[in-house]
């Protein structure tokens, strides 16, 4: 039978005369010992032995020392220990995330729930922060959270798009990861950020996003809260390269404007433009693009969100995975679908259900080729 990291752990024979004594940080204090906690409310027999090594380890590392066993190679197979980016790296995305990051360890901790920020990567347009919560009780599998960071006192521009993304690990923790992007597309060098957290949101899955939309008096279950974060970051180094290259078909054009290449990953500027006949006939333009090497590898990514100056014009940005050094090119082929909406909310806002028959129609433009230059 397989055994599970805790089996392994039970049958480790040691001699504590070896072990040597480490300092560790408040923050990581503070989460074993909320840890420890919930594991010994916890009342189920069945797993008894399994949280008997687990809470032993606790008790280790919340002394003001601890001793100086390795434990690497279980880092990886006990939750939390170790990287929080490698939870969220299924595309492999955030590979090389946790080597450019600086460790916050930041805890804060409000109505029964522990938030500590673990990591921040700030590529100088679009910040990246993980997280994890510990809760006395049950958040529901898609929990959310109220509020998103934000850049305190910045002349060059501001947070203005972002996402959240948050896993389950057991009943009473999970790990997330959050986003922001800078607008304008300016690159941005340091910074002082704030994550003013307002609430937690129960089971985000269950939550009516077209009456969000038309109705801005809906409520969500939630738990209210205060969590407020503050840090510094230098964005990390970065090549930038002038592209100025378009495709263009069917009333759409598609400028690819600039790239810029850093540490674990490179970053597409481009902008699409429509016609007004377009504008007209579709009530929907969406324009996308797939990336790939002259080596074949086809690129994950992390769409950042848009800004528009006008009904027919759109700015974007692309992050994507680290570039191989080996690549001499990026193709990048645009894709553009055209929808009609299925009804008007009352506010105005066109939408389009999941599974609509409304006309809709995709195709693509001509491949733009990028001799990488870095």
Known sequence: MKKDVYDHLNDIKMDVSHFEIEEVSEAEKVKVKKDLKRKIRKPKSVRWRRMTAAASISIGLSSAALFGLSFTSFAQEIPIIGHVFKWFNDDGFFENYSEQAKKLEITQEDNGISITLNEAVFDGKTLYVTYELISEIDLGDNPSLKGMPAILNHVGGHMATGSIDIKKVDDFRYVGVSTAKMYPENRV?????????????????????????????????EIAGNWKFQFDLLATDNVE??????????????????????????????????????????????????????????????????????????????????????????????????????????????????????????????????????
Do not use: C
């Open 189 to 221: 060098e340091e910074g002082s950020f704030e994550f003013d957290i307002t609430g937690i949101i129960l089971d985000s899955s269950n939550i009516d996003i077209n009456r969000i939309i038309s109705d801005p008096t809906y409520s969500r279950k």
């Open 241 to 374: 390269q002038s592209v100025e290259l378009t495709s263009a078909g069917h009333d759409v054009t598609v400028s690819m404007n600039k790239v810029v290449y850093t540490p674990m990953s490179f970053i597409l500027f481009y902008e699409e433009i429509i016609t007004e006949k377009l504008n007209a006939k579709w009530d929907f333009v969406s324009v996308s693009v797939d990336v790939k090497d002259d080596l074949g590898h086809t690129y994950a990514t992390y769409v950042n969100g848009g800004e528009s100056d006008s009904a027919l014009r759109l700015y974007h940005t692309h992050t994507l995975e680290e570039l191989d050094p080996k690549a001499k090119k990026l193709i990048v082929t645009p894709t553009v679908v055209l929808s009609q909406r299925d009804g008007t909310y009352e506010n105005g806002a066109y939408y389009r259900n999941e599974g609509s028959t409304a006309p809709m129609e995709e195709f693509k433009l001509a491949e733009i080729v990028i001799e990488i230059e870095k």
